[in-house]
């Protein structure tokens, strides 16, 4: 059974930092691509980062780069996302996602964990 628990999430003031964790289980996590996802009241999901399983490269959305940092341990089957210099929209739940293939739609999503910046 695959499951993905996001945990980490809470109340911060902008300025500040969270890490995230997403604790995998029920596949084989270090030949999948993972990625963090968030979507924000009233918004549609949107990409994040990605860690890629081959050669291990990253990416960003343009409105966390240079804050965000997307790692993964794959004896832990755990991803992370550290979070710092946070703003009042970075608010939003943060969902973990899982994917085999480089491309295309994520085969498992998390429950998400709520992240809140206040001003």
């Known amino acids: 059974q695959v499951q993905l628990v996001e945990s980490g999430g809470g109340l911060v003031q902008a300025g500040g930092s969270l890490r995230l964790f997403c604790a995998a289980s029920g596949f084989t996590f270090s030949t999948y691509n993972m990625a963090w996802f968030r979507q924000a009241p009233g918004k549609e999901r949107e990409f994040v980062a990605v860690?890629?399983?081959?050669?291990?490269?990253?990416n960003y959305a343009d409105s966390v780069q240079g804050r965000f940092t997307i790692s993964r341990d794959n004896a832990k089957n755990t991803l992370y996302l550290q979070m710092n210099s946070l703003k009042p929209e970075d608010t939003a739940v943060y969902y973990c996602?899982?994917?085999?293939?480089?491309?295309?739609?994520?085969?498992?999503w998390g429950q998400g964990t709520q992240v809140t910046v206040s001003s």
């Open positions: 996602a899982a994917r085999r293939t480089a491309w295309g739609s994520f085969d498992y």
């Open positions: 860690s890629r399983w081959s050669g291990g490269s990253t």
